[in-house]
Nanobody, 126 residues
Framework: DVQLQASGGGLVQAGGSLRLTCAAS????????MAWFRQAPGKGREWVSS????????IYADSVKGRFTISRDNAKNTVYLQMNNLKLEDTAVYYC???????????????????WGQGTLVTVSS
């Protein structure tokens, strides 16, 4: 299994930016498609973005498209989520996840991801 640890969350004003980092250890990181999810207070876990294992292809939820950018550095076993023009509704705990079960790059169901980081809180204020 791959172990994941997310960091980089914090308090930011609306319109501001944050970059989340997910550091991986364990089995070969470059084999895994990776994703970011988020969970707002009182809501279910929501898929945000995914990146293919090779880093060449990315997909985004409509709610973040054009504002968030996912990337990865396989040499550093790290995946990033650059979040720009943050909105109040982006407030959530953000989780990174690895497609450890092999469901494929396009899956967006949280139950399909076998490895999870501990989450990092992003709070956007007005």
């Amino acid at each position: 299994d791959v172990q994941l640890q997310a960091s980089g969350g914090g308090l930011v004003q609306a319109g501001g930016s944050l970059r989340l980092t997910c550091a991986a250890s364990g089995r070969t990181f470059s084999n895994y498609n990776m994703a970011w999810f988020r969970q707002a207070p009182g809501k279910g876990r929501e898929w945000v973005s995914s990146i293919h294992s090779g880093g060449t292809t990315t997909i985004y939820a409509d709610s973040v498209k054009g504002r968030f950018t996912i990337s990865r550095d396989n040499a550093k076993n790290t995946v990033y989520l650059q979040m720009n023009n943050l909105k109040l509704e982006d407030t959530a705990v953000y989780y990174c996840a690895a497609d450890a079960y092999g469901y494929g790059f396009h899956t967006r169901r949280s139950s399909d991801f076998g490895s999870w980081g501990q989450g990092t809180l992003v709070t956007v204020s007005s």
